[in-house]
Structure formats: structure tokens, C-alpha cells
């Protein structure tokens, strides 16, 4: 993880930029010295887990009183009884309860087992005096309703455009980086409403010249490369099946806040991303591109997506 990244986390609640009404629940919370158990979600990058540790931080006075799995890795049924049994069976020492606190509870791919969710039911109830739980996800539909029912759920919402711009011209001023807000709105609808996305973005591009830090553009195409390992091929595919399914929703200007997906994509040849898609569930799609290469051999992806946005 980035050096930025870990500097500039926000340490305290009123660092973290939340609505209100968040914060204030939070807030409330923490000056109580209780929690009930809490399940954070929201999508990746708008700080449930710094959240997580500043209430866990606040209300804990003994850090062995904390249990912190990741459940990308710490998955299955063993984990509950090689780990979590044991550690909430221990009364707490100097607090009043103990916390497990696992991370990325529920993914597409990975996240807690059925059955070990399963298994968290009946641990939660049994052990709800001395024991409190604190889960995060990006994907909370993938948890047991049961499970879910058990904690109270508190969304997590991503930055507004501005606030991220705001915190990254604040960053750049304390480490002394020259930028433009136009470099800095780039990272910004790149990586949007990852903020941790859009520090290591930022990290990757900064250079330093006769003594002054700056923000080099040429870098900064290079680190969004870098960051998201982009399959051009790919990407060109699920980026025109996505213009194609959602056209109905799209504007002539959406093509306009896209720059990064088109300058990767526009010279790769319409038969190629021809050749990616499925002939039943796209057929009107390849239809649509065979027609526009009859009207113009010449066609490109640009010509493409234009066709896309005018069919609405």
C-alpha cells in the first residue's frame, strides 16, 4: 500500500468525511463506550475500515480485547471454531466486551462461507455479553439475511466529487507538490469514489525536478495502466457492451467524462471486439458494427460509439 495512503488515513472521526447523520451515529457511539454490532458497507475505498479501527480504537483500552480477520482469506468454518470461539469465550480484560472485527465479509467471489455464516448466528447470540462483532463489505446482498438481521447496518457513502478534490489539493499542498486541479480531476474520474485508489494513483505520477515536486502527465497515464493492469482487449469488449446495454441512460456527453477508457481503446479494430462478444446475447450489437463497416470500411471504436449514443 501506498506511503500516502497509510500518512494521510484519517485517525480520528472528525478527519473521516461522512454525512451528518453518519458521523453523529457514530459519535454517539463512541462517547458511549458501546457499540451494537455493526456491519459497514459501501463500495471499496470510502473508509469502512479506517471507520471500523477509530471506533474499535476509541472504545477498546486493551488491544488484545480485538480480533481482526480478513475474510478473503480467513473464510470457512475453521476459522469460527479454530478463532473466534476462542477468543470470545476469554472474558475481556479492562473493557467490557471483546471485538471481532473482519474485513470483506462478502464478495462474489470469497468472502465468509455459508457455512460459516451459518456458524455466526448462533455465536453472536450465545456470546452477545462480552462479545461484539464488526464486519465490512462492498457487497452486503451476498450475507445471509439471517446474519445481516443481526447487526445494524450502516452504508457508507463515497466522497463527493469536490470532497475528494478538496482532500487531494490539501495532500498535495502539505507535501509540497505543485499540481493543477485539471491533473487532480483526471485521478479523480479514473479511480472515483476510491480515495485509496486515488492516492496510489497520485503517488505513481509525482516526480521531482530541480528541487520541485510535481505531478508529470505522461507518468500519470502510465500509473492508471500500472494501478488497474488493464487488458486492452478486454477492457475495449466490456466497455462497448456496457455503452451498448445502458444506452438508454447515456447522453452524447457521457463520452466526454470517459477519456481514459477511450484513449486506451479507440485504435483497436471493430473485428476484433466482434470476435470477443456472444452471438446470441449481443446479436443486435454485432449486427449494428457489421453495418456500420459496410457504411464505412474505415469505422473505428470512436465511430462505434457514437452509433451506440445516437441508437438511444
Known amino acids: 500500500m501506498g506511503l500516502l495512503v497509510e500518512k494521510y488515513r484519517p485517525d480520528s472521526l472528525e478527519h473521516v468525511v461522512l454525512p451528518y447523520y453518519v458521523k453523529e451515529k457514530i459519535k454517539q457511539m463512541i462517547d ?23 471506533i474499535i480504537k476509541n472504545i477498546l483500552n486493551n488491544e488484545k480485547n480485538v480480533l481482526i480477520l480478513n475474510a478473503s482469506d480467513d473464510r470457512g468454518i475453521d476459522v469460527i471454531r479454530n478463532k473466534i470461539i476462542p477468543f470470545v469465550s476469554v472474558k475481556p480484560a479492562n473493557d467490557n466486551f471483546r471485538i471481532v472485527f473482519m474485513e470483506e465479509v462478502g464478495a462474489p467471489q470469497g468472502g465468509l ?24 463489505t462492498n457487497f452486503p446482498e451476498k450475507l445471509l439475511p439471517s446474519l445481516r438481521s443481526r447487526f445494524v447496518q450502516i452504508k457508507i457513502e463515497e466522497m463527493q466529487k469536490n470532497d475528494m ?5 490539501y495532500i498535495c499542498e502539505q507535501e509540497q507538490i505543485q499540481y493543477d486541479d485539471q491533473q487532480l480531476m483526471r485521478i479523480i474520474n479514473t479511480t472515483y469514489p476510491n480515495m485509496r485508489n486515488a492516492l496510489q494513483l497520485l503517488e505513481g505520477c509525482v516526480v521531482q525536478r530541480a528541487n520541485v515536486k510535481l505531478i508529470d502527465d505522461n507518468l500519470l497515464t502510465k500509473a492508471i495502466a500500472e494501478i488497474y493492469s488493464i487488458n486492452r482487449i478486454e477492457l475495449s469488449k ?18 466526454k467524462t470517459l477519456p481514459f477508457v477511450i484513449d486506451r481503446i479507440e485504435d483497436i479494430p471493430i473485428e476484433t471486439v466482434m470476435q470477443l462478444l456472444d452471438k446470441k446475447d449481443e446479436l443486435e450489437l454485432i449486427e449494428m458494427m457489421i453495418d456500420l463497416r459496410k457504411k464505412n470500411k474505415d469505422a473505428s471504436l470512436i465511430d462505434l460509439i457514437a452509433q451506440i449514443l445516437n441508437s438511444q
Not at 458501546?34 to 479506517?50: A, C
Not at 462461507?113 to 465490512?136: C, G, P, V, W
Not at 478534490?165 to 489539493?169: E, I, K, S, W
Request: proline fraction near 4%; glycine fraction near 4%; aromatic fraction near 8%.
Open 32 to 54: 458511549s463506550k458501546d457499540i451494537p454490532n455493526l456491519l459497514l458497507y459501501g463500495p471499496p475505498g470510502t473508509g469502512k475500515t479506517t471507520i471500523a479501527r477509530i
Open 113 to 136: 462461507t455459508m457455512a460459516a455464516q451459518s456458524a455466526l448466528l448462533n455465536i453472536i447470540e450465545d456470546k452477545h455479553t462480552y462479545a461484539r462483532f464488526i464486519m465490512t
Open 165 to 169: 478534490l478538496d482532500r487531494l489539493r
Open 238 to 255: 466490456q466497455f462497448i457492451v456496457a455503452l451498448w446495454k445502458n444506452r438508454k441512460n447515456f447522453t452524447k456527453e457521457t463520452i
